[in-house]
Each structure stands twice: as structure tokens, then as C-alpha cells.
Nanobody, 125 residues
Framework: QLQLVESGGGLVQPGGSLRLSCAAS????????IAWFRQAPGREREGVSQ????????YYTDSVKGRFTISRDNAKNTVCLQMNSLNPEDPPIYYC??????????????????WGQGIQVTVSS
């Protein structure tokens, strides 16, 4: 099972930026896609963005389009999420997750069988 470790979280002011990294213990190319999810206390986890490992094509949920950018480095087995224009309404816990197989992009959480430990992103002045 691929192990994932998120890093790069922290405190940022509204309108600020952070870059999250997801380091995988194995080859990204052994998986169809890697995605980022996020969660607010008491709320369900929601999909943020997905990247197809073989060609780098990306998919975003509407609320982050134009603000977030996902990227991957297959040589380093790392997926990053650049987050700009953060606001306090953005849920604070971010997870990365692998999707073993697939044919079409999807942020349906049921397609992802496990997640990293999560990392905190706090947007506050």
C-alpha cells in the first residue's frame, strides 16, 4: 500500500498562499491518479483536485478553480498543491489520496481507498 505524507501546511492570512506537498513511498506511475481532499470540522471530506500521473492532466472542484494548481513530479514521487487567494471559508484539513485505477477524472471519495494523515491549513488574520 502506498504511504503518503503531507507537508507544507500552516497559518496564512486571508488572500495568502501556501504550497502543500504529498510525498509517496512508491511510484506515482503505479497509480492512475493522486488527489487532494479537504475537510472542515463536522463536515464531510470534499475533493479538491486530481492529477493523472501519466500525463499530468488535472481536474478541480469549482470552488478552487483559478486559485489552486496541482502538479506532480513522477521522478520524486511527489504531488503538490499550490493554493492562492486562501480565505477563511476554505476547509482547514488537507489530505492526499491515491486512486489505483480509473478512466475518467473524478473526485468521488469512494474511488479513493485511503488517505494521508492530513495537514492543517489555517487562514486567519
Amino acid at each position: 500500500q502506498l504511504q503518503l505524507v503531507e507537508s507544507g501546511g500552516g497559518l496564512v492570512q486571508p488572500g495568502g498562499s501556501l504550497r502543500l506537498s504529498c510525498a509517496a513511498s512508491g511510484r506515482l506511475l503505479d497509480y492512475y491518479a493522486i488527489a487532494w481532499f479537504r475537510q472542515a470540522p463536522g463536515r464531510e471530506r470534499e475533493g479538491v483536485s486530481q492529477i493523472i500521473t501519466i500525463d499530468g492532466s488535472s481536474y478541480y472542484t469549482d470552488s478552487v478553480k483559478g486559485r489552486f494548481t496541482i502538479s506532480r513530479d513522477n521522478a520524486k514521487n511527489t504531488v503538490c498543491l499550490q493554493m492562492n487567494s486562501l480565505n477563511p471559508e476554505d476547509p482547514p484539513i488537507y489530505y492526499c489520496a491515491p486512486r489505483k485505477t480509473g478512466w475518467v477524472p473524478s473526485l468521488d471519495g469512494s474511488l479513493y481507498t485511503y488517505w494521508g494523515q492530513g495537514i492543517q491549513v489555517t487562514v486567519s488574520s
